[in-house]
C-alpha cells in the first residue's frame, strides 16, 4: 500500500482560495490515478476531482470551474487548487489512490481540514 500524507488545509474566507498538496509514499505513484475526496460532518465522503496519469481530469459539478487536480509524478505528490471557495466546501480533504472505476486503492490518511468562514 501506499501511504498519503495531505496539508495545505486552513480557515479562509468565502472567495478565498487554498493549496492542498498530497504526498506519496511507495513505487506505485505512477501507476494509477489519483483523486480528492471530502466529508462535511454528517455527511458521506464525496468524489472531488481525478486525474490520470497521463493527465485527464474529472470533476464534480460542485467544484467545476473553482476547483483543480494536478500532479507531479517525479515527487510523487497531487495536488488541489481551490479558488472561490464557498462555505459549502468546508470539510476534511483526502487524497488517494484509485482504479479504473473510482475504487480508492489504499487506507485513508488524516486529511486536511478546509474550513470557508467570514
Known amino acids: 500500500q501506499v501511504q498519503l500524507v495531505e496539508s495545505g488545509g486552513g480557515l479562509v474566507q468565502p472567495g478565498g482560495s487554498l493549496r492542498l498538496s498530497c504526498a506519496a509514499s511507495g513505487s506505485t505513484f505512477n501507476i494509477y490515478a489519483m483523486a480528492w475526496y471530502r466529508q462535511a460532518p454528517g455527511k458521506q465522503r464525496e468524489l472531488v476531482a481525478s486525474?490520470?496519469?497521463?493527465?485527464?481530469?474529472n470533476y464534480a459539478d460542485s467544484v467545476k470551474g473553482r476547483f483543480t487536480i494536478s500532479r507531479d509524478n517525479a515527487k510523487k505528490t497531487a495536488y488541489l487548487q481551490m479558488n472561490s471557495l464557498k462555505p459549502e466546501d468546508t470539510a476534511v480533504y483526502y487524497c488517494?489512490?484509485?482504479?479504473?472505476?473510482?475504487?480508492?486503492?489504499?487506507?485513508w490518511g488524516q486529511g486536511t481540514q478546509v474550513t470557508v468562514s467570514s
Open positions: 486525474i490520470t496519469t497521463r493527465g485527464s481530469t
Open positions: 488517494n489512490q484509485i482504479t479504473p472505476y473510482n475504487d480508492p486503492l489504499n487506507s
